[in-house]
Every structure is written in C-alpha cells, then in structure tokens.
C-alpha cells in the first residue's frame, strides 16, 4: 500500500509538457541537467520529480530540435559539466508551447468549473 | 543491440550522467549524509542507468538503424516459424523476379548498354539519311572524299573516325576462308578510346607516316580461335586476300560484338593499297559510298548542334558537287541508340517493350500470390500483431515490421533470381550462339550478369516488396487490438476490407494471367501457321552457295565468266535438274533496295522519295529452280543480254500497287540508280515472302542479271539426288575454276531460309515458357486464394446448413460469388489483352491480333480453374455436419 501513495503523490508528466518546463527553465539561464531537475523540483514546490530516465531523453531530443544548445564547461567543483542554453528557436517553440498550455488548461477549466447559464440551456 | 556509431556521443552521455550522479551525491553529503548513504540514495532515485542511456540514446537517430536489425531478425524468426508459407513464397518470387531478370539481362545486352569504349555519350554515328529508313543494310555510307570534307569543315567533332566492314578472304592451308573484317581511318581506336589487351594499336600519325601498309590489329575472338590465345602473337602473318599482314595487336574482348553487325574480325589501317586490294573502294571517287563515320563530340557540343552544323556542309556539298551530293542529308544518331539498323532497332525496342511488359505482369502474378498467402497467414497471426500492439507498438512501426518481413522474402526471392538468371544465361548464350545466322556473323550477345542486372533485380526486388507486402501490412496493422483479442482464434471471415482486398487480387490474377495466356497462345498458333505459310517458292531439293569471287579482286567480267562456267560444269552433274544464280536470295536476310517508280510518274516525285522497292538481279532459269511461278508474259531467256533492251519481272504486289487494273507488262520502271534506261515489264511473278514470313505482300522486282555488274551471287542447284554429294561435287569444281576464290559454305536452301523462322519460332518459345510460367502461377495463385476464401466461409456454410438451407442453394450461393470474380477477372483480361495483343500483332504470322478461337478459348483456363478450386472446398464444408461447423468455432 505504502508503495501506491507514493506513486499517487507523484504526477505523471504528459508528453511534451516536460518541454515545456526544460525550456522554461533554462529562460533564466544556461544550466545542467542535474540544475534543470532541480530547478524544476523546487519550482513546482517539490511536486513534479523529473527522473533521469525522462530528463536526459529530453534534454537530447530538444538538442536534436535545435531548440537547445550544449557546450561542456567546468563546474565550480572543477567539474566537466554539459550545459544547456535556450537557442532562438527555442525561445520562440517556448512562446509556443507556453500558448498551447494556456489553451489546453483553460479548456480543462472550463470543463471542471462550467458556467452554470451555459450548461443548462 | 549496440552499433559502432556516435561513439564519441556514447562517452559524452557516460560523463554527462556520471556529472548529474556526482553533484546529486555532492549535495546530500553536504547536507550531512554518510557517502555510502549517499550513493545509495542517488542511485535509487537515478533507477536503471542502463535504461537511461540507452533511450537517451535512441533520440540520436542511429535507433532506426538499430530497429531496422530488430525487425530483420525478428522476421527471419517469424519466418523460420511457418517455413512453408517461406519457402512457397520465395520460390514464387524467384520465378517472377527471375523471369524480369534475364529478360532484362537480354534487353540491356542487346539493346540498353552502352557501348564498350572511352564516354559512348559522346560518340555519334553520321549516316546517310537513307539509312534512317532502311530495314537493313543499304547505301547508308558517305564517300572518302565526303568524309575528308566532313573532317576539314566540321567543328563540332573532337575527331571523325571512318571504317569500311568488308570480307577478307584469309588464306589457310587448303583454301581460303571468308573473314568479316574492316578498313578503318588510323585514329580508329583513338576516337573510340580502346586500347589493345595486346600488343598495340596504330594512330593515325603512324599511318600516315609509314603508309601503315602490311600491319593488322586482331579481334580477341579471332585471336583465340585462329591462334589459340598464344601470347607470342604478335610479329605473326596473316594473308588476307593475297598481300601478308603482320599482327601488332588484339583488340579487348568487349569490341567483339560492339556494332553488332557486322562484327570485324581484323582491322587494317586505310590507305591506299588496303583500300584498293582490300576493301575495293575508291579514296577519290565522289559516289563510291562505302564509308561508315562516327564521330566523337567536341566536350560541350550538344547532338542539335552538331546537327546543324552537318546540315549547313550537306549544303554546301550539294551546291559544290550536284552531280553526287544533290540529296546528300546527314543525320546524326547517338552511337549508343544504334544497335544494328535504326529500322531493326526501331522494332526490337518495341519487342523489347513488349516483353518487359509481359515478364513484368508475371511478377504482378507472383505479388497477387504472395500478397494473397500474407494475408491468409495474417489471419492467425492476429493475435500476435494485437499482443503487439496492446504492448504500445505503434501502427507504423507495425508496418515497418511487416514489411521488413517482405522485404526478407523478396530479398530470398532476388537473390535465388539472380542465381537461376546466371544459369538461365548461360543455357540462353549458349542456345543463341548456336543458332545459324549468329555463328556465321561472330555475334556475341555478351549475356552477363552484371552490376546493372543486381541493379535491376534490387529494383525489382523493392518494387515487389512494396506490391505485395503494403496491403497485408495495412490490413493487419488496421485491426485494434481489444477486437482482435476477444475473437482471437476464431478462424471467422475476417474484415470486410480484407475480403475486398482477395477479391481484387483474384480479379487482378485473373486478368493478368489471361493476358499472358492470350499472347502465348497467339504466338503458340503463330509459329504453327509460320510452318505452313507458302514462302512462294519451293526451298526442297536445293542446295545454295555465295561465292565472292570480288573479295579476291574479280572484276564484273571474269566474275560472271566464274559463274557462267560454274553454272555450265554444274548442270551436268547427275540428278540436277536445273541451276541458276541470283544476287539476293528470299528469306535469307539478305536484300538490296532501290528506289524505284513507273518511269511517267517518275517526274512527280523527287528520285529520293521515290518508293524503296526490293529487288534481285536474278540468271535466266532462276524461276524455273526456284518453282516460282510467273503468273503472266515470259521469265528471262538467254536472248536477254547486255545488249538487247533492259527488261523487269515484277510481282503481283508491286503490279497491284503501281498500275492497280492496269496491264502491268509492257510498263516501263525507272530506278534511281540507273536513270537514262528504265526497265520494261515482261513478266508478273507471283508474290512471295522476302524477308519475313510474316510480313504483308511486299512489292518486289527481278532484274535479268545479264543486263547488271553485280559481282556477288548465290549459287542455287536443283537436283533429284542427295545434297551432301551435290555439294562435294560443287566444292570441286569451284575449286579448280577459281582456286582464290573464298570456299564459302554450302547449304540446303532449307537451312538458309530457316533463319526467317528463327524469330516467329524463339517468340513463340518464348511466349510459350512464359504463359506456362504465368499458366502455373496464376493457377496456384486463383485456387489458394479462392479456396482460402471458401475456407474462411466453413463457419457461415454450417450455419446456413444449421438453420434449414438447401445444400444446394449454398453451393450456388458460394460458387456464384467465387466465379463472378473470376468472370470480371475474365472481362479485365479480355480488355487488357485485346490492348496488348496490338502491339504483337508486328510480329504475328498469318493470324489476326484479335484472333477469336484464342480469345474465346483461353479464359477457358481460368474458369475452370477456379470452378474447381471452389468445388473442393465447398464440397468438404457440405459434407461437415453443421455442429460440427458450429463448435469449431
């Protein structure tokens, strides 16, 4: 049982909406993988946990897109890490992707809060 | 499955991920975790880093590549499972793509690939106009003095190359013997960019400087036979008509049998002497028309424009030289395009044509079948394609997989193909080598296979990939899985797309299969009635020889005094009972042109659109030899002679069509080449074959050949006893009247006609092996699909049986559905071969196109073949008791 409520408190992410939040997140700079993940824990307040199985398919397949760019630099523990940046097309995939969400959630909306006048004519 | 790529990529996604592991292990630690606790904490959070890598992996794109092995070994695996469905299509698609392959093998040797020298797209053959429209050999040449203008005014070419093909009597111990050899400018083998396998060739600077007399370059063939591939060649004499020859050089194996016809055994430099002794050709005579040129253009020089620059100096040739060069029209022709004449070239692509379309619809046939049988076996293999994709495989990576699966099988099929293509070939090379006309000629096809043969077999093999394996792929993927799963192992009828898609293939089988079986049968009757077409002489009992006492420098005089004599000795052997000689014989591809027209219609029409009418120059009892009879005035005496007035016999075909109701003797004829004396009319023969035994009632006339210069002539004897002594008999007595006269081979007049059937009789061979080949595909093809389709029918059959039906009524029920696919089948095929069989109808003998015993009698085959491949099953599903039927399911 234990194991079930630790899956019900985790939310799936749907297929394109991690997109959405890498290239969000990397709108406030270039960051690594590991920095994305975290950014994206701590932003959702904890909420959304982006596993490494997800993450770096992502972050890969965006790269391939050439809606990100990666170039290898050193951490400040003297590490070689690979960062990413938001390239033009990627700013404006973002715009994009950001337009769709809005629609899809004010559509969702809609249907869990529906205006009462409307429904019952 | 790893592949050796990106691996640069693989160690960047090893560091990147051992970095977000190191920092994510970093930070615990610094919030005051234990190492150890860290590092267990991260790697349960990371889960399987192998996984990880391997789809991060998979978004760089090699993963296709990767799945495209997948699916192979996946494939051969769900092969090797149902090995009869395997094997039976494998075997069905070798036939068909085996088929295509060696036709085309045949197509691209004789007439698709190109030339065996230096950039063949450059080379362009400069012909006569004439030679556009000749069937065969005619005045298609330019004269050396023509061909020397050509050289000096033209800018369009890089060089002019000029040969002349003649006939070198070589000498031998024990006679001489016929060689086809040619006569050619120095910078032959420059222009052509051949280098010789042995030895050298010689240029044109040599030529010219030491006169390039006494050298000779050798064909590989001639090599070989003559001197037994010895490799100290070289230095060795040949005599060719009397004057010693020494050999620099053999020429590469590839030149044998480029051009076709004639195919030069030796090549000697053109000079003066070569030209007089052994090409019997004038350099500085204007109308001596001898010369062949080919040209090769100047890089950048496009065929328009090179046409128009030789029209400009055909011009300006007529103007400067109006007693030869009056009509002289030059026209250009790719070297590439040209196989033998552009007359037989015209209609051996259209066979060809013809035969790729026919071999090509027996690889519909082998589609339909295979098509057919994958979407039998799609039926029990439901359940793994809904497994599949209750799983999460995507449609068209469902597809992919099918079609990987064909692909297997078309790639088996190929590559038997190429195998039985190989053997096909050779039994093929060695078949048409055998036959007599090509022996005697040298001609070497050069059947091969090739990289543009695989290249045609993996195109093929594509194409029947996507034939036969997208409808079964679409269909079998279409399915959704919940539906597939609940019904799954019941054998029931299956989607109602998938029924419309085997109906189609049984129309489409049984109507191309009738279109195949219509041409065969055609042919089949075609060459039976070839046998049987009265050639309007009678060929049995006569024995023929061509003697060319010319090759040896005869003149006109001492030529006929060789032959008088001949004819004299001969007609008094035992058992002859008449002789005579002739320049052209019917039927043994041999013919001369002219042409010719009434002499008071003669001013209408310019000389060279006067109509090109056959004719031979034919001794006095040439008739009587033959049997050929003369319908009305007289055949040629012994009063006919150079003296008295030129008299014509002309046939029934070329009095119809020139003085139609008209008596014909008595009319004057005026040929081109000898314009101030016509020719009167004595006598009408009646009209036979010429050329071909299937060709139309052509026009024809005889010349008395007292009254012409023709050198050459066949022999033709009549005699009551047996040939072979006949023949020894002649050989003698033609050996002590000319003894350098070339020997040349005697024969029956039987087998010198018997190359005019060769071609009605390899078409029908051929259209024969060919329905046979579709016969049996299409059979095997129309029984599985249709008994498949009863089959599937078991279930419904008891029910109808269960609830009160009529066995009979069922039986109607399911054969008249069966057969009212073969009929519309039946009904396409019928169209389609009425369509097809008019392009055959050039080369059918003595039977319409439309033939109507064949066209109703053939789709008989198809009929009965489905009548009974319903039957069976249908009887069997009535005899099962209905229970039985009904708890099966």
């Known amino acids: 049982m234990t194991r079930k409520s630790e899956y019900r408190n985790r939310i799936e992410l749907l297929q394109g909406t991690l997109d959405l939040l890498v290239l969000q997140t990397l709108q406030w700079g270039p960051q690594h993988g590991y920095g994305i993940s975290n950014a994206i824990r701590a932003n959702s307040g904890s909420v959304l946990q982006v596993d490494t199985g997800s993450l770096y398919p992502a972050l890969h397949r965006l790269e391939r897109a050439g809606w990100i760019a990666a170039e290898w630099k050193i951490s400040e523990n003297s590490q070689r890490v690979r960062v990413y940046r938001l390239t033009r097309a990627g700013r404006k995939r973002l715009n994009d992707e950001r337009s769709r969400w809005e629609t899809l959630t004010g559509a969702i909306a809609g249907i869990l809060n529906p205006v009462k006048g409307e429904s019952e004519t | ?889």
């Not at chain 2, 020429?251 to 044998?256: G, K, N, V």
């Not at chain 2, 309007?536 to 006569?542: A, E, N, Q, R």
């Not at chain 2, 299937?694 to 050459?712: A, L, M, S, W």
């Not at chain 2, 396409?828 to 059918?844: E, K, N, P, Q």
């Open chain 2, 1 to 889: 499955m790893k592949l050796p790529f990106g691996k640069q990529r693989d160690r960047e996604l090893d560091e990147e991920i051992r970095s977000h592991f190191d920092m994510a292990v970093r930070e615990r630690i610094e919030r005051g975790e234990s190492p150890e606790e860290a590092q267990r904490a991260v790697r349960r959070e990371f889960g399987n880093e192998g996984l990880v890598r391997e789809t991060t992996r998979a978004m760089w794109g090699w993963i296709w590549l990767e799945n495209l092995f997948v699916d192979f070994r996946y494939g051969w695996r769900m092969l090797r499972k149902s090995p009869g469905f395997t094997i039976a299509a494998i075997i069905t698609l070798a036939l068909g793509i085996g088929a295509n392959t060696a036709i085309f093998s045949v197509v691209d040797a004789v007439m698709l690939r190109p030339l065996p020298v230096k950039n063949s797209a450059q080379l362009v053959d400069v012909d006569n106009q004439l030679r556009q429209k000749a069937l065969f050999l005619t005045d298609v040449s330019l004269s050396y003095p023509e061909y020397q203008d050509l050289v000096r005014q033209s800018t369009s070419f890089s060089s002019l190359l000029a040969y002349d093909p003649s006939l070198f009597a070589l000498e031998r111990e024990g006679g001489s013997q016929i060689v086809p050899g040619v006569v050619v400018t120095g910078n032959y083998f420059s222009t052509l960019g051949v280098p010789a396998v042995l030895g050298r060739t010689f240029d044109a600077a040599e030529v010219a400087r030491a006169g390039g007399s006494g050298v000779a370059v050798i064909s590989y063939a001639f090599w070989q036979r003559q001197f037994g591939g010895k490799p100290d060649v070289l230095g060795e004499t040949i005599d060719l008509n009397g004057h010693p020859f020494s050999v620099i050089g053999v020429a590469p194996e590839s030149l044998d049998g480029m051009m076709l016809l004639p195919n030069p055994q030796i090549w000697v430099p053109l000079t003066e002497e070569s030209a007089r002794e052994l090409a019997h050709v004038s350099l500085h005579d204007r109308s001596d028309t001898a010369m062949w040129v080919v040209g090769r253009l100047r890089p950048g020089v496009g065929m328009a424009q090179a046409q128009a620059e030789m029209s400009t100096i055909a011009a300006r040739l007529a103007s400067e030289y109006p007693k030869t060069d009056k009509d002289l029209t030059i026209a250009l022709l790719s070297a590439n395009r040209v196989r033998f004449f552009p007359g037989l070239d015209r209609t051996l692509g259209a066979a060809s044509l013809v035969l790729m379309a026919l071999v090509g619809m027996v690889l519909l046939i082998a589609c339909a079948n295979v098509a057919a049988m994958a979407l039998a076996r799609a039926t029990s293999r439901r359940r793994e394609v809904a497994v599949r994709m209750a799983v999460g495989a995507g449609r068209w990576r469902l597809i992919r997989q099918l079609l990987t699966e064909s692909l297997i099988l078309a790639l088996a099929g190929g590559a038997a193909a190429v195998a039985l293509a190989t053997v096909v070939n050779g039994g093929l090379a060695r078949v048409i080598s055998a036959l007599p006309v090509v022996s005697e000629l040298n001609l070497r096809l050069g059947l091969r296979v090739d990289y543009r043969v695989m290249l045609f077999a993996l195109l093929v093999v594509a194409l029947a990939t996507a034939l036969f394996g997208l409808a079964p792929a679409l269909e079998a993927s279409s399915t959704s899985p919940s539906e597939a799963l609940k019904e799954e192992g019941r054998s029931n009828t299956g989607s109602v797309r998938k029924r419309r898609l085997l109906s189609a293939l049984v129309v489409a089988q049984v109507a191309l299969s009738l279109v195949l079986l219509i041409c065969a049968g055609l042919s089949l009757r075609s060459v039976f009635n070839a046998g049987r077409v009265p050639p309007g002489f009678d060929p049995h009992g006569v024995v023929t020889a061509q003697f060319l006492p010319n090759v040896v420098g005869y003149t006109p005089a001492q030529s006929t005094a060789f032959y008088d004599a001949l004819l004299r000795r001969v007609r008094t052997l035992p058992g002859v009972t008449d002789a005579s000689y002739a320049t052209e014989l019917p039927l043994t591809f041999g013919n001369s042109l002219t042409n010719a027209i009434p002499a008071d219609r003669a001013a209408s029409l310019p000389e060279n659109q006067w109509p090109l009418i056959d004719y031979s120059a034919v001794g006095p009892s040439y008739f009587h030899t033959l049997r050929v009879p003369i319908l009305r005035g007289r055949a040629f005496t012994e009063r006919d002679t150079s003296t008295t007035p030129r008299v014509a016999i002309v046939n029934q075909a070329f009095a119809q069509r020139f003085w139609p109701g008209q008596v014909a003797i008595g009319k004057d004829i005026r040929t081109a080449g000898d314009k101030n004396r016509d020719l009167e009319v004595v006598g009408i023969a009646a009209t036979g074959k010429y050329i071909t035994l299937g060709e139309n009632p052509r026009p024809f006339f005889y010349v008395c050949i007292r009254q012409t210069n023709k050198t050459n002539r066949s022999l033709i004897v009549r005699s009551a006893g047996p040939s072979a002594a006949l023949l020894e008999s002649i050989r003698q007595i033609a050996g002590q009247l000319g003894p350098t006269v070339p020997m040349p081979e005697l024969e029956t007049m039987t087998q010198a006609t018997a190359p005019a059937l060769l071609l009605p009789k390899l078409g029908a061979d051929f259209f024969g092996l060919l329905g046979l080949l579709g016969l049996a595909l299409a059979c095997a093809g129309i029984y599985g699909v249709t008994s498949y389709s009863v089959n599937e029918r078991t279930h419904e059959i008891g029910i109808r049986l269960a609830l009160g039906a009529e066995r009979g009524d069922v039986a109607r029920l399911i054969l008249r559905r069966s057969l009212g696919l073969t009929f519309l089948g039946v009904l396409f095929g019928l169209a389609g071969a009425f369509a097809a069989t008019r392009v055959l109808s050039s080369i059918l003998y003595g039977i319409s196109a439309t033939d109507p015993l064949t066209f109703a009698g053939v789709p008989l085959v198809p009929i009965l073949i489905a009548a009974l491949a319903c039957a069976v099953p249908v009887r069997r599903a009535m005899r099962v008791d209905p229970t039985v039927a009904l708890k099966y399911e």
